[in-house]
């Protein structure tokens, strides 16, 4: 079968990597792909509209493999892990997840990962688009502390829409039901070692599979395709329409190291109080004492439809620039154009009136609104 995307168009040589489902999706009718973590990620089977209304109504298969899995070990792991992130992972019990930040020195985002607790002593981080490991490396090796990280050769499924769950269920069982968000399970599909965890990037229902064995992509994604008939299931990319609805934020553009947590709106994750150090708590205590200077904020974009921003539009006020959309899309839901934009704090309470710079279309008014569009209390995915 010809492939529907030319590899060659993104590709030169063997540099970039190639997650174990990359036959499949190429199979499977891929028409895109990106760069994530120095390997091939595929964003998009259909019109990126279809694909939204078929996570919103049915179900979606996305690769993902190109979140790699930092695993930490050692007698220090726990110190170790727990001194990477502001989030106190004191309570964090074996098969539990939590979606946490790494924070550099001066209170920046080094990565948003989801951290599985696997045992006391070994600890994965399913990684944002950032070179952790050599992060992690260096931290380990100038602080002298006993511990052991790789990147493992694991890559993660997700399965995400409203009949996700039946479709996991076709899988493995009655077992899955009773899986409480943001935690996992260790399992076998048709004797595929496998760890699912109730997580995902969809704001909708849904569930990661990662696969153990890497040499097995093709037939697990075959497994999850011919369990979904019933349901329709398709194969998809992550729907960025969606986790902007849903107030989900994406390393590199929503987020990057030259932004803090309290800018973001993820101060939640920042335990001061804790007895034991971060990195970042001075710069991140100081931070809370004085205020953040920026907000992303969530903001509508009037006029005519607007394609996926490309690139951080500029954004005004009275005529002088003030900052930047960081993500902006058209909703076929709520029928407006929504996004996020990195302001000073002065121009981010709600109702502020804005302008926008539209590449091909001038200059668009733009309101500061909520950044969660869709489901603010997140009842969805935990349902």
């Known amino acids: 079968m010809k492939p529907a995307f030319e590899m060659a168009l993104i590709q030169r040589g063997a540099r970039l990597r190639r997650t174990p489902f990359f036959e499949a999706t190429q199979r499977h009718g891929a028409k895109g ?3 994530y973590n120095h390997m ?3 964003i998009q089977f259909d019109d990126l509209e279809a694909e939204y209304w078929k996570l919103v109504n049915e179900v979606t298969l996305w690769d993902v493999g190109v979140e790699r899995q930092i695993q930490i070990t050692g007698p220090d792991a726990f110190e170790f892990t727990n001194l990477l992130t502001p989030r106190d992972l004191t309570d964090c019990e074996v098969g539990q997840a939590k ?10 985002i080094v990565n948003d990962p989801v951290l599985l607790r696997l045992a006391e002593d070994r600890f994965w981080l399913a990684l944002a688009d950032s070179d952790v490991l050599l992060w992690a490396k260096g931290l380990a090796h100038g602080l002298g502390m006993q511990v052991e990280l790789a990147e493992l050769r694991v890559a993660p499924i997700q399965i995400q829409g409203p009949k996700s769950k039946q479709v996991m269920q076709a899988l493995l069982g009655e077992q899955v039901l009773g899986l409480k968000y943001y935690h996992f399970i260790q399992t076998a599909v048709q004797g595929m070692p496998v760890i699912v965890t109730r997580t995902g990037w969809s704001g909708e229902v849904g569930y990661e599979i990662y696969l153990l064995e890497s040499d097995q992509g093709s037939a697990l994604w075959e497994s999850v395709m011919e369990a979904g008939k019933p349901y329709n299931l398709a194969p998809t990319g992550p729907s960025d329409i969606r986790r902007i609805e849903g ?4 390393y590199g553009a929503d987020i990057t190291l030259e932004d803090n947590p309290y800018e973001v709106g993820l101060s939640w994750m920042v335990d ?3 007895e034991a150090d971060f990195i970042g708590k001075p710069a991140l205590a100081r931070i809370a004492r004085e205020g953040p200077r920026r907000k992303l904020v969530g903001v509508e974009i009037e006029g005519e439809r607007i394609e996926f921003n490309m ?3 500029p954004v005004s006020a009275a005529g002088a620039p003030v900052g930047r959309i960081t993500s902006a899309i058209y909703s076929p839901s709520l029928k407006k154009n929504i996004g996020y934009a990195m302001l000073p704090v002065e121009h981010a309470q709600l109702g502020t009136v804005l302008s926008v710079s539209v590449p091909a279309s001038g200059e668009r008014k733009a309101t500061v609104v909520p950044r969660l569009f869709v ?4 009842e969805i995915p935990k349902a």
């Open 272 to 274: 001061l109080d804790q």
């Open 33 to 35: 792909y990106t760069v």
């Open 311 to 313: 690139t951080k539009w």
């Open 247 to 250: 107030g989900i934020l994406n």
């Open 40 to 42: 091939l990620f595929p």
């Open 99 to 108: 979606y946490v930040v790494i924070t550099a020195p001066d209170g920046g």
């Open 375 to 378: 489901d603010p209390a997140k």
